[in-house]
């Protein structure tokens, strides 16, 4: 409809609606507009606890096959290396929470080797490992 120098809209419908605003999603107003994937197997405590205790039974057990320094490094280093490998595997197939565990337990048991051998290192002025 053209009134003059003026166009005007045409009258709404009885049905026509206005177009509303996207909501925000702070407060949701029902289902969502897109899925909402979850894991099958999220990470918990339990599960980090879990792979912690798991890890450090086994870099200890590993440790008391050391008779001297150097056998004890090595041993920890191959224990965690295998450690880390299982770490992997759950990753991929498993537990994540219990990877997390093993992973931050086996870099502590590493770490405490590498204290121990350095201590010895800086004592005897030898390095202890050859």
Do not use: K, N
């Not at 965690?80 to 931050?104: E, N, P, S, T, Y």
């Not at 870099?107 to 050859?130: E, M, Q, Y």
């Amino acid at each position: 409809m053209t009134t003059g120098r003026y166009a005007f809209p045409p009258e709404p419908d009885a049905g026509f609606r206005p177009a509303s605003r996207a909501p925000s999603g702070l407060f949701p107003s029902g289902p969502p507009s897109r899925p909402v994937y979850r894991e099958p197997h999220p990470v918990t405590g339990a599960g980090v606890a879990a792979g912690a205790a798991a890890a450090t039974a086994w870099l200890f057990l590993f440790g008391l096959l050391g008779r001297d320094l150097p056998a004890y490094a090595w041993w920890t280093v191959l224990a965690g290396v295998l450690a880390w490998l299982a770490a992997l595997l759950l990753v991929r197939a498993g537990d994540r929470g219990a990877a997390a565990g093993i992973a931050i337990v086996t870099a502590g048991g590493w770490s405490i080797a590498a204290a121990v051998v350095v201590t010895r290192w800086a004592a005897s002025g030898d390095w202890p490992l050859w």
